[in-house]
């Protein structure tokens, strides 16, 4: 393997070692503490207020005009969903649960399609509940009338009525001369359609103004906390990202943002809610929080004031999204009406693609073609492999070339180190001479590695964000976007004991079967270059595969299985490329040597030229 190469990776390695293990993993460790403290607070004084209930009162909402119940204690949810004066029942392939009909919120929502873990039995995924509980998170889209708040209006619904995609919801409110009928429609994914018409006969013209809102109590527990990846409030307002992450709202403020086209909502690593305003109209989008003793963060979008006349009647539509961030879903929404789609701008955007989309979106997209032909992230991971290895042929063949000849030069090069080792630059200059005379390009060997780095970081990025990986199988891993779960300090799983759990080194434990055979991979390959003259360097770069294997561990067992193949293509074209350009490459000598199976060889074995 290229010294360059290695060199690189181990910086690389570094800093993500170095990242993880002094940066966000006391970072991590302090948040936890803090939300502990913060949770016996919420306890204690959730038992002092236990006899108060829930007030009426409304308070603003991140800094906007958007209001809601203050809630004074908290409940289960359970307790929360049942004190709801009524509800409306959703059901869908995809989602069940209910819509608090005091102020139209959409509070309970679970993915019948998704669960916490690959375990047997693990429970779904909750993704909204009520605001009376811990870590909540809910969704409102309304209208304010002549600037009235619509948060404790209590909708009717026809008796047994349950949302489904077959079966759309008119919910209905009456108020003096006002007639306000709101229809609420789901399809079979993730999305809800609201259309609400307001009929004016008050005997003078009246304002609405059409908002939507989407809002997370308290920082999520399950937070991911890497550098990678954007959790939080989010907003697409034209074609242009506003994110924030919770802590950065906190510090630095709202953001703020007008424009035409777009959606607000919350986000973490596979989940969205979303509230999406029509498209043909200009919004404000505002990220904000609402600190208290428990902070509610929020996105949210306002529609500019529209005036009914006294006797005429609007529509306004609106959409909400609650579900995962499945990428051909998102995408799909994003199509025109006219080809089935709803038209909403940059939607998929809610996936983290990063400052590389120009490569994760292709990887991403070659994956997923690869997975629709063959079933299985795994094979799909393969085939791109090979793909990638085809692209980078001309490159990797002028590098192994080079090698080649490198390893031809290797004896004039030691004569010349040897004879000019107290004059530096007369050894530059005569191997120079050497490579001018046999043609090497030095540099030449750092191309593979050039183009490696980008694509290596787009694809771990790629595999860590989307959903398509998750839970996918390969062989022996029930999961390809978690690490390897076998470890070869339990023998991989005959010993009755998980190495993950041991104190402070556990981590490092987890050596499974694909990092050992990255790590074999890489060992054979460096047995194919020439060893470094100083015995120190040699050394150092005899223990590269050893470090890469406990660095690559904890990876996704995706990337490990990606790096693992790939090296063991590189083995192969490395081999058949250097020995076409007549290099002497004695691979199994080279291994013996390295493990001490080789005789030494005598004097007069020198003698006989054996």
Known sequence: MDRNFILAMVLMGLILFGYETFI???????????????????????????????????????????????????????????VAPARLRVETPQLTGSINLRGLVFDDLTLTQYNESVEENSPNIILLSPQQTPLAQFMRSGLFINGANDANIIWSAPSGATLTPDTPVTLTRQDGGLTHNVTLSV?????????????????????????????????????????????????IVGDQLHSRKYKNIQKKGSIIEAGTGGWVGITNKYWLSAVIPDQSQPFKATLGVREGATPLFQ???????????????????SHLFAGAKVVEVLQDYEKPVADGGLGISEFDMAVDWGNFFFLTRPIFASLHFLYGLVGNYGIAILLFTVGIKAILYPLANLSYKSMAGMRKAQPEMQTIRDRYKDDQMKMQQEMMSLYKKHKINPAAGCLPMLAQMPIFYALYKTLFVTLEMRHEPFLYIADLSERDPTSIFNLFGLLPFDPLTVPVIGTFLGIGILPLLMGAGMWVQMKLNPPPTDPLQARIFGLMPLFFLFIFAPFAAGLVLYWAWNTILSVIQQYIIMKRNGADVDLIGNMKDSLGLNKPKTANDNAAGK
């Open 187 to 235: 399809d079979d994914k993730f999305m809800f359609t609201l259309v609400h018409e307001v009929q004016n006969q008050t005997g003078a013209n009246i304002t609405v103004q059409a908002y939507g809102a989407t809002a997370q109590k308290d920082i999520p527990q399950n937070l991911e906390n890497f550098m990678i990846l954007f959790e939080g409030p989010l907003a």
């Open 24 to 82: 966000m993993g006391p970072k991590r460790e302090a948040y936890e503490a803090q939300q502990r403290e913060a949770q016996a607070l919420a306890a204690e004084q959730a038992t002092q207020q236990a006899t108060q209930g829930t007030s009426g009162a409304d308070v603003p909402l991140a800094g906007d005009n958007l209001v809601l119940p203050t809630v004074q204690t908290e409940l289960t949810r359970e307790e929360a969903i049942a």
């Open 299 to 317: 996105s949210s979008y306002q529609l500019d004031p529209l005036s009914i006349p006294n006797g005429q009647q609007a529509m306004i539509s």
